[in-house]
T-cell receptor, first 113, second 110 residues
Framework: EAEVAQSPRYKITEKSQAVAFWCDPI?????LYWYRQILGQGPELLVQ????????DSQLPKDRFSAERLKGVDSTLKIQPAELGDSAMYLC???????????FGQGTRLTVV | GQQVMQIPQYQHVQEGEDFTTYCNSS?????IQWYKQRPGGHPVFLIQ?????EVKKQKRLTFQFGEAKKNSSLHITATQTTDVGTYFC??????????FGKGTHLIIQP
């Protein structure tokens, strides 16, 4: 069964360092999402892509976060510099198109020390 | 993007009791999705509702979309320990982005 792949699964980084997460969506899925989820809370949308274009990045802290999906397939989310408050689970999801079922990856758990 | 309020935040039930979570919006929704997240897991899609007044059932789960398409509910009949987790509604997904509610944590006491 096709899955959304994310790496790494776990990342520990020091504050002020740069960190990057990678996501490979299910083949053929045009829509890709990055979410941040703090323990006990709902996923917070950071950025949504349709193919290689950004659909919504209104909640992305653009002074330190960046996301790209250059060829409309896999995607990278970067944080520079990382802050203690960035510690969270970062989830990637994909769907065939907007307004269809989203499939989530296992996530990357980030700890900033 | 669109915002949704989800209540209650936590629900404790005895095994075998029913459970309901509600999702409310101040604006008309084009559709609404429901997801379940088990402890330590990632959200898993349950269902999507599109039509006004729509009711869909999956075994012990019943999903409703309000007539005005501003609210939705998920009802579980006779809860089992496998139902433990957090239930989220999600709206948008188009130009506004797919936005999740804060979720309802279902805790089941045997």
């Amino acid at each position: 069964e096709a899955e959304v792949a994310q790496s790494p699964r776990y990342k520990i980084t020091e504050k002020s360092q740069a960190v990057a997460f990678w996501c490979d969506p299910i083949s053929g899925h045009a829509t890709l999402y990055w979410y941040r989820q703090i323990l006990g809370q709902g996923p917070e949308l950071l950025v949504q892509f349709q193919d290689e274009s950004v659909v919504d990045d209104s909640q992305l802290p653009k002074d330190r976060f960046s996301a790209e999906r250059l060829k409309g397939v896999d995607s990278t989310l970067k944080i520079q510099p990382a802050e203690l408050g960035d510690s969270a689970m970062y989830l990637c999801a994909s769907s065939v198109q907007v307004n269809t079922e989203a499939f989530f990856g296992q996530g990357t758990r980030l700890t900033v020390v | 993007g669109q915002q949704v309020m989800q209540i209650p935040q936590y629900q404790h039930v005895q095994e075998g009791e029913d459970f309901t979570t509600y999702c409310n919006s101040s604006t008309t929704l084009s559709n609404i999705q429901w997801y379940k997240q088990r402890p330590g897991g990632h959200p898993v899609f349950l269902i999507q509702l599109v039509k006004s007044g729509e009711v869909k059932k999956q075994k012990r789960l019943t999903f409703q979309f309000g007539e005005a398409k501003k609210n939705s509910s998920l009802h579980i009949t006779a809860t089992q320990t496998t139902d433990v987790g957090t239930y989220f509604c999600a709206v948008g997904g188009g130009a506004d982005g797919l936005t999740f509610g804060k979720g309802t944590h279902l805790i089941i006491q045997p």
